[in-house]
């Protein structure tokens, strides 16, 4: 039997061993379902704090539930450590890691680079890795396949196996989560996809195999500038109509009627998320380097990114309408998640709409039920949740609907706020019909 042949064999009767590098949103639930489907999974991650809870079978990822850990990791089918020295028994390795941008635009690969230096210390031969972490096309064969096999001396494709298989996650979702959201799957070589393929297929219930490593990641990217592009749509379509004195919201509802030919998406104060602010511009950075200017890209983003200053100046309008100046008004930020019923602030709008607040001399605070404090990085503010929510909005100024939670009661926040701003219809037929409430 070949190494193929052995490696394929040991995925499919689970015998192989897996490590997961990267505990995170991505990492920890595919780390879950690897385990729950009979394998034997190490999770591999520096942050000792993620290692030493886990191992007491509680998780810090809302997606996955501390009884699903504990119970694996009493079974023996998944543990976890801060010792890359582990990879070297080994059969199988999945690296999640973050790839954020810099602040000049360009991917940040530091995580990913660090990740495949440490795997290659100890690769060995009969080993399949797989790059689930967001990137720009040419990532896993022109940064991975360098770095891999080389100091070994092994062949991919014949003696190891390299793929790429984009993660789809969507916290907070419980419809389409980890195992039953379809797997694309790319190998750098045929016999690579055909490996990872196997593998993949013995925990997710489907498994969409792909020609290249490379149409892996454009796929992934793909999907999310798709969706980036059609919000920046929408949001400029807010624009016009808040200028042609429209309700945008009772246009798209009319448009979405429509049972074919449209896809709803709708308006808001900007982007947020790990995937759609920023994997599109993985793609437009990478088609630089071949004098190719992504213009759908680039002016999408450019709408996006200027939302939340638009959000600013519609809320100063408001209040200048209302005989209250911006600066020195005490104003109420419900929401900073970056999308509804999640813990998640990655790349929120909220920090911006926040910090472009306070720029205008607003004292502002913030509720979110789900996120107790908040810290701007590059600003360096630092903010705690206010604790009595209805207090709050009596006292403010302004309440403006950033993120719209479920849990909030936009009734009664109505009835007892002077003036709100809904960023995201939250009030709906509520904020339409209040002399109170103006709507993105």
């Not at 793909?222 to 624009?239: D, P, Q, S």
Request: charged share 25%; aromatic share 8%.
């Amino acid at each position: 039997m070949t190494t193929k042949d052995i490696l394929i064999k040991k995925l499919k009767d689970k015998s192989a061993t897996i490590a997961i590098l990267g505990l995170g949103y991505v990492g920890l639930p595919l780390a879950v379902v690897f385990g729950e489907a009979g394998f034997h999974v190490t999770g591999v991650d520096p942050d000792q704090r993620k290692v030493d809870a886990l191992k007491k079978g509680e998780s810090y990822i809302p997606d996955v539930k501390s009884e699903a850990v504990a119970k694996l990791v009493k079974s023996g089918h998944f543990s976890a450590t801060a010792d890359f020295s582990v990879l070297k028994n080994m059969d199988a390795v999945s690296i999640c890691v973050p790839t954020p941008l810099r602040q000049t635009g360009d991917p940040d690969m530091t995580f990913i680079v660090s990740a495949t230096e440490e795997l290659a210390k100890y690769m060995h031969k009969g080993m399949v890795v797989v790059l689930e972490s967001t990137t720009y096309p040419g990532t896993t064969r022109e940064v991975l396949l360098p770095k891999l096999g080389i100091e070994h001396d092994l062949k991919v494709g014949e003696d190891w196996f390299l793929a790429f298989s984009p993660e789809r996650v969507d916290p907070g979702r419980e419809d389409f989560t980890t195992i039953n959201t379809p797997k694309v799957v790319g190998g750098i070589t045929e016999a690579c996809g055909e490996v990872a393929s196997a593998w993949y297929e013995g925990a997710i219930k489907t498994v969409h195999h792909v020609s290249t490593a490379e149409a892996a990641e454009m796929s992934k990217l793909l999907e999310n500038t798709f969706r980036m592009i059609n919000i920046g749509l929408v949001n400029e379509l807010a624009i016009m109509c808040q200028r042609l004195g429209v309700d945008v919201w009772e246009v798209i509802d009319a448009a979405a009627s429509k049972p074919f030919g449209f896809m709803k998406f709708t308006p808001g104060p900007g982007l947020g998320g790990h995937c759609i602010p920023i994997d599109p511009l993985y793609l437009s950075w990478k088609m630089k380097s071949f004098n190719y200017n992504a213009r759908f890209i680039e002016l999408a983003s450019e709408i996006n990114t200027n939302m939340p200053r638009y959000v600013v100046s519609r809320i100063l309008e408001a209040m200048n309408d209302r005989g209250k100046i911006l600066k020195g008004s005490k104003v109420l930020v419900l929401g900073v998640a970056y999308k509804p019923d999640i813990d998640d602030v990655r790349e929120s709008p909220a920090m911006d709409v926040i910090g472009l607040m306070q720029k205008k001399g607003a004292i502002v605070e913030y509720h979110d039920p789900y996120i107790p404090h908040i810290h701007h990085e590059y600003d360096g503010w630092k903010m705690d949740s206010v604790r009595d929510l209805m207090k709050s909005v009596k006292e403010a100024d302004a309440v403006v609907v950033v993120t719209n939670h479920k849990v909030y009661d936009y009734q009664a926040i109505i009835n007892s706020a002077k003036f709100v701003f809904d960023s995201r219809n939250a009030t709906g037929k509520l904020g339409k019909n209040s002399e109170k409430v103006e709507r993105l």
